[in-house]
């Protein structure tokens, strides 16, 4: 019965038919079990007889079709994240499950369990250590926190508190020796190869402390190592230039969640002023990240980057040679864009 109730909270229509509750049970079930069952939903107002649709002549009767209330289903679940609630330390927070689903839930709770065992026998570590060491403590598997671990540490709130160094590769960036000790340091960040090699000659001329290279996605994790090898109390400001086109502005904004980093406009600017090119199709589409994106530039160049990727064309940060990358890293006033 619990497995039928999870997998109606994960059927993706509002009715369902009788053949098809009858494929989300246990094969082994006879009619008269299958039937219980089912008229047990119903007594609980989980399904409801769609009327027109009438009944089988079988006995047990049971309706041709019924509506799932999808309510009744989540009470019960929300019961037992409530009784988990008290059942765990304290620490581990079950908010966001309710706003999830009851697969992703059951998923979970294994490995909640031995994080709660973990905490309850050893209390919180003071010692920091590499994630795979850590994972392996936790749940038996230096993987797992690779894998799937943090975005559930994550979810219960608990990534901080058991004192990680992060799984993501070193962070690629040369240094500029000159603007180490600023009070504030400028960091820039490209998300190609090209556009790093073009501006590394003149990074020791700029007012950046560092020249990050993004690798495209790879910076989303990698940047979480920017503190340990970066290490300084001094203020920090992030750039960012990648292609305008849906991934490199998707990009953007996963990094902008985990490190608030300014898009270099004046880079993109520049690139508005080119032809634009055409080619790439079939990127993620996420209005929240474009919306995020265009409000770091006037109205005029906004509308145009708007319909730029409404008819499929993009800007790689290629477009932009050497020399004018070069120029419009020394020539803008860096400090004093907000």
Not at 100 to 111: G, I
Request: hydrophobic content about 35%; aromatic content about 12%; proline content about 4%.
């Amino acid at each position: 019965m619990d497995q039928l109730k999870e997998n109606l909270l994960q059927f993706n229509r509002k009715t369902i038919s009788i053949d098809e509750l009858e494929m989300l049970t246990s094969k082994k079930q006879t009619y008269e079990q299958f039937a219980s069952d089912i008229l047990s939903l119903e007594n609980s107002n989980i399904l409801e007889m769609i009327q027109s649709k009438g009944r089988n002549g079988r006995s047990p009767s049971l309706a041709f079709r019924y509506r799932i209330r999808t309510q009744p289903l989540n009470e019960t679940y929300y019961k037992e994240l409530q009784m988990y609630r008290i059942k765990f330390h304290n620490s581990i927070n079950l908010d966001a499950y309710f706003k999830l689903d009851a697969k992703t839930w059951k998923r979970d709770l294994p490995y909640i369990g031995k994080i709660n065992e973990y905490i309850e026998r050893n209390g919180f570590p003071n010692e920091r250590v590499p994630a795979p060491e850590r994972s392996f403590e936790l749940v038996g598997d230096e993987k797992w926190i690779e894998q799937m671990g943090e975005d559930l540490l994550q979810r219960i709130q608990l990534w901080d508190e058991l004192n990680m160094m992060p799984v993501a590769d070193p962070l690629m960036f040369a240094i500029n020796s000159l603007k180490v000790n600023d009070p504030t340091a400028l960091h820039f960040i490209v998300e190609n190869k090209t556009t790093y090699q073009a501006l590394l000659p003149v990074l020791k001329s700029s007012t950046f402390s560092t020249l990050i290279y993004g690798a495209g996605n790879k910076i989303v994790k990698s940047i979480e190592n920017f503190d340990n090898q970066f290490p300084t109390e001094n203020d920090q400001r992030f750039f960012y230039f990648g292609d305008i086109d849906r991934e490199g502005i998707n990009i953007w904004h996963r990094l902008n969640e985990k490190r608030q980093s300014t898009p270099a406009r004046a880079f993109y600017q520049a690139c508005l002023e080119k032809t634009e090119a055409y080619g790439k199709v079939n990127q993620v589409k996420n209005e929240t990240a474009l919306n995020a994106f265009l409000e770091h530039f006037p109205r005029r160049d906004a509308v145009t980057i708007e319909q730029l990727l409404i008819k499929g064309a993009y800007y790689p940060q290629e477009v932009l040679k050497t020399n004018q990358l070069q120029h419009i890293l020394m020539a803008t006033d860096w400090r004093n864009i907000h």
